[in-house]
């Protein structure tokens, strides 16, 4: 009741007031800037910390001295300068010792007890206050009130902090600041009800009213103008912050070269798109869309020619886009866009306009060029329920019209891009064949027609597909050469073939077929000798097969490698001879060791007059041009006989012997040599036609 009466008759109430406002103002800056210092670290911690007090500590001090103005007395008052400075300082650093106890991580009971000596600091600077606060009677303390109005500040404190820095529950923020501020206010009235004044008739005048109102207006202006600054602080900080947030964001969500969305802000819209969708009952199109003529551009005009081209694209994309669609950049020369449409002419329309922006020229400096696209479209949910299963069906569509030089747009049709998915899932596989171990190599058998003879194995990758079983070469040796697998694929069937080779006892040879790529892609004289080299076999007895194709591709170029690897040591064949680009040129070109005779004119030997003379042909060509010629894809003995009458230097085939791994060719077998032997029946046994396998 003391101090109900103390409020109620002994102050100016619209002082209080006023000293209430500082009072919330200081506390709720106060608050935020603490909560602002918990996301920092280091010396930006220190300075927020260091704000948050001085708001603190001089909103608790303006509050004070407004209260103090408030309370009215008969008796002339004055205030010491230097005491009433002294509590200032009092209640900043008090306020920074216990934000900072309040704030350490590793001490469990931490904002409790930064709160207890805030609320400490507040006692300090009150009583500290009153001490300057010199009045022209007698004053007289109740002990009771004063330690209840410290022990009330402390504990009320405590919980103030409690709430401001653990925060158990979501309008913890708000009864944080009004513990605090009633923290500050029950210490003040509770300490004033502790006074007891008795004026002394001294004759002293009082002093005048509007002059303690006017000064409480004053420090409350300056209290304000603190608080002011410390709320201009944090609202720098804020806008600073939301700033560097949303440049954040944006770097996050969007390609920093064309500023179009990025994959990331694709998947999310895409996902958010379908989910309405689904919702609808509507139908979403997923379309995705490859440069042409890109690569070019970087090849001929340089990567920044390149950068610009993305960039011009990039803004007539953006331009394009209208309610319901969305354009993304998704990789080097690749975008992507989705489209919500009801009807197929909506779609079309925007297909449409998309090949159009494609197909526009663009300049760039002192010349005019076309990008070009393909563009491939999946529908939902026909083609797709899910994300990845909508834009791989795009991606197929695209990859169709990429290999359809008559087409731009193609549209997902599952019974086409099923085996190119296939294809694709099969390269992925390639690509870890030779370091899972799946790979491995058969060998199969070259004969001397004229004795039959062992003169050497041809070499023959196998992969063994772990879901599969096994994958013909005929089927992988294309994707892998298509991916650029064949680089590895290749490298390790010459390394693998040398090492065995040289495990053996018997000197034979071994030929191993090269690709075209790597004769494009590999330093392959020096990788030659460098295999040779580690596995010890003799150059002699390597032979690589080559066709003819892979010369025509850089006939230069692959001649001078052709020589740099025949000054090795190492024999070369031309193989597939008499198809494709086959001419006397190839072989006047270059002194090849071996001709191979392609095994599609074996297969017709026996019942067509025009293989045979063809055959009887290359045979004379090889002995004009001392060059030994071996046939490929003998099946039959007549096939072999025929081989023999017209003076055929090798052959190779299943009749001779089928490809085995290296642990079975040199186990006991039924000798071949009775098989030369033997006369011809004049019956012709069911030729097996085999694509060649190329290792």
Request: proline share 3%; glycine share 8%.
């Amino acid at each position: 009741m003391r101090i109900i009466s103390c409020i109620a008759t002994e102050h100016n109430l619209w002082l209080v007031l006023l000293a209430a406002f500082v009072c919330i103002s200081g506390g709720w800056i106060t608050l935020n800037l603490l909560r602002r210092s918990e996301t920092t670290q280091g010396l930006q911690r220190g300075g927020w910390l260091f704000l948050a007090s001085v708001a603190a500590g001089s909103s608790v001090w303006c509050t004070h001295f407004i209260a103090m103005l408030a309370y009215e007395t008969e008796a002339a008052i004055t205030f010491g300068p230097i005491l009433t400075m002294v509590s200032l300082l009092v209640a900043v650093a008090g306020c920074a010792f216990g934000f900072t106890t309040a704030s350490l991580r590793s001490f469990k009971i931490a904002p409790e007890v930064g709160g207890m000596v805030i609320g400490l600091a507040i006692s300090a600077m009150h009583y500290t206050g009153m001490m300057a606060y010199h009045v022209d009677g007698i004053v007289e303390w109740n002990m009771d009130y004063v330690v209840s109005s410290i022990t009330l500040s402390m504990v009320i404190a405590a919980f103030a902090f409690n709430q401001a820095i653990r925060r158990p529950w979501r309008h913890s923020p708000l009864l944080a600041l009004a513990l605090f501020v009633l923290a500050v206010v029950t210490l003040h009235f509770t300490a004033m009800a502790a006074v007891s004044l008795t004026p002394l008739a001294t004759g002293a005048t009082g002093t005048d009213p509007h002059v303690l109102q006017a000064m409480a207006i004053a420090v409350a202006g300056v209290g304000l103008l603190i608080v002011g600054t410390g709320v201009a602080s944090y609202m720098i900080d804020e806008r600073a912050t939301q700033e560097s947030i949303q440049k954040l964001q944006h770097m996050a969500l969007n390609d920093l070269l064309t500023g179009l969305p990025n994959r990331g802000s694709f998947a999310d819209h895409l996902n958010q798109e379908m989910e309405q969708a689904e919702r609808d009952n509507a139908k979403l199109a997923v379309i995705g869309i490859d440069l042409d003529r890109f690569k070019e551009i970087n090849d001929l005009r340089g990567h920044k020619a390149g950068d610009q081209a993305l960039k011009a694209i990039g803004r007539r994309l953006a331009r394009l886009v209208k309610d319901g669609e969305f354009i993304a950049r998704v990789g080097g020369d690749e975008f992507a866009a989705v489209k919500r449409f009801n009807g197929q002419n909506e779609l079309l329309d925007f297909v449409t306009r998309l090949e159009k922006t494609m197909f526009e020229p663009i300049r760039i400096d002192d010349f005019e060029t076309v990008t070009g696209a393909s563009i491939g479209v999946a529908v939902y949910p026909d083609d797709g329920r899910d994300q990845e299963r909508l834009v791989s069906n795009a991606d197929l569509a695209m990859y169709r019209a990429k290999a359809d030089v008559g087409r731009v747009v193609c549209f997902y049709e599952s019974k086409m891009d099923e085996a190119a998915r296939e294809r694709h899932t099969l390269a992925q596989d390639l690509r870890r064949a030779v370091e899972l171990d799946q790979l491995e190599l058969h060998y199969q058998v070259q004969t001397s027609v004229r004795t039959g003879e062992v003169c050497g194995y041809e070499v023959l990758a196998r992969w063994n597909h772990p879901e599969r079983g096994k994958v013909p070469p005929a089927e992988f040796i294309p994707i892998a050469e298509e991916s650029g697998t064949i680089l590895a694929i290749g490298e390790w069937v010459l390394r693998t073939a040398c090492k065995q080779a040289a495990s053996w006892d018997k000197r034979y040879k071994i030929a191993v077929n090269l690709s075209p790529v790597q004769f494009a892609h590999a330093d392959l004289a020096r990788l030659v000798h460098e295999i040779l080299l580690e596995t010890g076999l003799s150059p002699s007895r390597l032979e690589l097969e080559i066709t003819e194709s892979t010369i025509i591709a850089d006939k230069t170029r692959t001649l001078h490698v052709l020589r740099q690897i025949k000054a090795l040591g190492v024999t070369i064949a031309i193989d597939d001879f008499g198809t494709g680009y086959s001419s006397l040129d190839t072989l006047r070109s270059f002194p090849f060791d071996k001709i191979k005779l392609d095994r599609s004119f074996m297969s017709e030997v026996e019942g067509s007059i025009q293989a045979k003379a063809i055959v009887r042909a290359v045979l004379t060509l090889g002995r004009s041009l001392e060059i030994p010629v071996l046939a490929e894809g003998v099946e039959t003995n007549h096939q072999l006989e025929i081989l023999k009458v017209e003076g055929c230097d090798e052959a190779q085939g299943f009749f001779l012997g089928r490809p085995k791994p290296v642990g079975q060719i040199f186990l006991p077998e039924e000798a071949i040599d009775a098989e030369f032997s033997a006369p011809f029946s004049g019956r012709i046994p069911p030729v097996r036609i085999r694509r060649r396998s190329i290792a």
